[in-house]
């Protein structure tokens, strides 16, 4: 005797509309509308995060970039992962109430600090950091289409947290690692999902803070202390360069080319630079209006997405002189240059995600990313 399973019938998605058709209408909405879609039924809600949408929005060309925020420290209220839906392309509105930011779900209970994360496709790699008092070699994936995460193959054996990951070919290169190998760079082919090491460019760069990386003409770049080195994956070499970054310059370790420009943090005036190649000059990006953020940023971060700098970081609040708290705000703006070659930005829209006592940051870190995923 055989038995057969039968499957329950799906929810239906749209009443007097077939599955199919109601899905073809559904895979048009944009992500930003898709926390009020959740909330409208279950078959939905389901929808919402399966592989039929995201077949469904390929099929129709409706990759759209989204942005995801990372927040962590040792004390403080519970913080995690969460996901920015809504970007506001009219700059005189100043309804912000469809500028969402939503927990991801499931997130691991691992708690590395110290990581670093890195984007490719629709995924998100979460690399390395510290585990208590040890540098950890695990590898975390999220998936951002159907909100799943998955243990990936780990690093090889580390004794440093890496400095900075940049993406190159779908390829992540872990900079700043310190094996056991004394390979200064690991790389990850996200495609093969193997790690192999690069050679060093030469022995003293283990002693040297990376101040700033980033891809730029096909080469992974690298800013040290005292000089800069740029990795050709074509000949798999290392080579000396110059950019016109000029040596002392305080930067953070984050940097970001939009239209063309190399932005950065200056440390010491705690302001935006952009650094126009064709002349060699530094500019500070000067916000023609603000939106309520802070007049300097602490610590910031910075990704392009779509052409567009969007900029997370440390502030005090504007509105009081004395205060013990410090504000950590996520904006978006759309950033030019004039006739005078100034750069000028656009705030498009701003955020304030979080907020803690100041004592707590300088003596415990607050550890902060933003990333753009396309699917």
């Known amino acids: 005797m055989s038995t057969t399973t039968t499957e329950a019938p799906p929810g239906i998605l749209i ?21 009020v879609l959740a909330a409208v039924s279950k078959p939905i809600r389901s929808l919402l995060s399966s592989p039929e949408l995201f077949a469904a929005r390929s099929s129709l060309n409706s990759t759209e970039s989204l942005l995801y925020l990372t927040i ?3 004390y403080g209220k519970p913080k995690g992962w969460f996901t920015v839906y809504g970007r506001r392309s009219n700059t005189n509105d100043d309804n912000k109430s469809n500028i969402i930011v939503a927990p991801v779900p499931g997130v691991p209970k691992d708690r590395l600090d110290w990581s670093d994360c890195a984007a490719v496709g629709s995924k998100i790699y979460v690399v390395g950091g510290i585990n208590c008092v040890s540098y950890s070699t695990k590898v975390w994936i999220f998936d951002c289409r159907f909100h799943t995460w998955e243990r990936g193959p780990g690093m090889p054996t580390v004794r440093s947290q890496a400095a900075k990951t940049v993406v190159l070919d779908s390829k992540i290169y872990v900079i700043g690692c310190w094996t056991e190998k004394k390979s200064w760079v690991l790389v990850f082919d996200t495609v093969a999902r193997s790690w192999e090491t690069l ?3 030469k022995l003293g760069v283990y002693n040297e803070r990376v101040v700033g990386c980033t891809i730029r003409g096909g080469k992974v770049c690298v800013w040290l202390e005292r ?9 798999e070499t290392w080579e000396v360069f110059e950019s016109g970054v000029r040596p002392g310059f305080h930067w953070t370790a984050q940097m970001c080319e939009v239209n063309g420009v190399l932005y950065c943090a200056d440390e010491d ?4 630079r952009g650094l126009n190649e064709r002349n060699g000059i530094w500019k500070e990006l000067k916000l023609v209006n603000n939106r309520g953020l802070p007049n300097r940023f602490r610590d910031p971060c910075m990704v392009n997405v779509g052409g567009r700098l969007v900029i997370m970081g440390l502030g005090y609040p504007r509105d009081e002189i004395f205060t013990s708290e410090l504000e950590l705000w996520c904006a978006e703006i759309e950033v030019k240059m004039d006739r005078d070659g100034d750069l000028l930005g656009e705030v498009l829209w701003s955020k304030l995600v979080f907020s803690m006592s100041s004592l707590l940051v300088d003596m415990e870190p607050l550890f902060y990313t933003c990333l753009p995923v396309s699917f």
């Open 269 to 272: 005036t705690r302001t935006i």
């Open 227 to 235: 000089e800069e080195i740029r990795f050709d994956p074509a000949t």
């Open 199 to 201: 050679p060093s460019p």
């Open 72 to 74: 962590r420290s040792l």
């Open 15 to 35: 009443p007097s509309l077939p599955n199919d058709v109601a899905l073809q209408c559904l895979a048009r909405v944009p992500r930003q509308y898709h926390p």
